[in-house]
Nanobody, 113 residues
Framework: QVQPVESGGGLVQPGGSLRLSCAASGSIFSVSWYRQAPGKQRDLVARITSGGNTNYADSVKGRFTISRDNAKSAVYLYMNSLKPEDTAIYYC??????????WGQGTQVTVSS
């Protein structure tokens, strides 16, 4: 399995939008997005399984959407109505059918005026 690669982070104003991408290939059971703000633990943001089931943290429900493009081996996190408290490093984690987990290096998202 190849380590997932995240992209799409950056600086955005409150109320703005960003799309994060995670390139992950292999026999994958699920792909999750986590985030970690300075001094805080790494928390689950959203997950999508191979069957298309999704779940979200309460703090992002209605604002974030996770989706996948199997042809491109990619998972996307669409983030709308961004708030300063969404500022964090966002990580992609791939869970394989073999039981192995693989994390990406992370991408910084900063929400600030």
């Amino acid at each position: 399995q190849v380590q997932p690669v995240e992209s799409g982070g950056g600086l955005v104003q409150p109320g703005g939008s960003l799309r994060l991408s995670c390139a992950a290939s292999g026999s994958i059971f699920s792909v999750s997005w986590y985030r970690q703000a300075p001094g805080k633990q790494r928390d689950l943001v959203a997950r999508i399984t191979s069957g298309g089931n999704t779940n979200y943290a309460d703090s992002v429900k209605g604002r974030f959407t996770i989706s996948r493009d199997n042809a491109k081996s990619a998972v996307y996190l669409y983030m709308n109505s961004l708030k300063p408290e969404d500022t964090a490093i966002y990580y992609c984690k791939a869970a394989y059918w073999s039981g192995k987990l693989s994390w990406g290096q992370g991408t910084q998202v900063t929400v600030s005026s």
